[in-house]
């Protein structure tokens, strides 16, 4: 009797354990096909990324926007290599009630992705998200990231606020991309 009691005893722990996380994942990838699709043919990144150059601060200037960032504004995300090799990235915004949010996730490069390709986890490993930084500025004063779904879109700045000819230019140039540019959402920053 006490080895079928401990086995039950087991599996209780199990399943406590594994339905709240099957639960999480599967909320997390229900949640992304809800999404609509702003790009069927997402392109290959353009070129290269030198994760040192890519490393910093970025501004969010606009965003296809997701469950997790809705009501932000101000956002902005910082990136800075780990001991390990790995990414840190903590992302911030202000809601529309002036509360502060703050998401940190870890992140690596896909190898052969020259560097343009990242799995970021703000989950743990139970999530995985395809970041890939699909066109950049020369110098990293500008990026558009997006993944291989088209569900997701952000264009970034090393500025918090860009003149209105430099957004409509990366507005445009995400256009190019195949984006459906008519569902960004345009990032009050302060």
Known sequence: MPASRNSLSALIRVAAVSVPVLALAGGAMLMRRNQPVGNHHVPEP??????PEYLGRW??????????????????????????GRIDVV????????????ARGTA???????????????YGPFYVGNYWVLDHG?????????????????ILSRQQVLQEMERRSLI???SALGYDTSRLVITRQP
Do not use: H, M
């Open 59 to 84: 501004y969010e200037v606009a965003r296809y926007d997701q469950f997790f960032e809705t009501g932000c504004e101000a956002v902005s995300a910082d990136y800075s290599l780990r001991p390990d």
């Open 138 to 154: 020369e110098d990293y004063d500008w990026a558009i990231v997006g993944d291989p779904t088209g569900r997701y879109l952000w």
């Open 108 to 122: 690596k490069i896909v190898p052969g992705s020259r560097g343009a390709k990242l799995k970021v986890s703000f």
């Open 46 to 51: 353009l070129r290269p990324v030198s994760l």
């Open 91 to 102: 992302n911030n915004c202000r809601t529309i009630n002036g509360r502060t949010r703050v």
């Open 172 to 174: 445009k140039r995400a």
